[in-house]
């Protein structure tokens, strides 16, 4: 079963900080509810006079990537989410230990070289 993470971003582009946000196993669509469900609650206001003073700004980055904007009387704050599957963990047997396939591994490539379907996933940014 897959597994995957939310992470998040808080800051400005010079001081941003990422971490782990929550680790999750399920499939690609489980994932989705939860990068979403995590992107609803935050900094949501909860009574009912703030509700209605609070403005949140929700910005699709990519299927997997939101970028999240509070604003409120003498607060804001901001976050960016996204959604990332784990490909490479060097303890783990059922993956592997480099995001590198096997070829460009034992030296047969160099990093200006490579290609997108050289990465684990066969994928591209």
Do not use: N
């Not at 399920?26 to 990068?35: H, K, R, S, V």
């Not at 995590?38 to 949140?56: D, M």
């Amino acid at each position: 079963m897959p597994r995957w993470a939310i992470v998040i971003a808080h800051g400005d582009a010079e001081s941003s900080s990422y971490h782990i946000h929550k680790e999750l196993e399920g499939t690609e669509g489980e994932a989705l509810a939860a990068l979403l469900s995590t992107v609803e609650a935050f900094q949501k206001a909860s009574r009912e006079k703030s509700i209605k003073r609070q403005r949140r700004q929700v910005f699709r980055v990519s299927e997997r990537s939101y970028f999240v904007r509070v604003m409120h009387p003498g607060y804001s704050g901001q976050a960016h989410f996204t959604l990332a599957e784990l490909v490479a963990d060097t303890h783990d047997d059922d993956l592997p230990d480099t995001v590198m396939r096997k070829g460009c591994r034992s030296g047969e490539g160099t990093p200006s070289d490579l290609q997108p379907s050289d990465l684990c996933g066969g994928g591209g940014i």
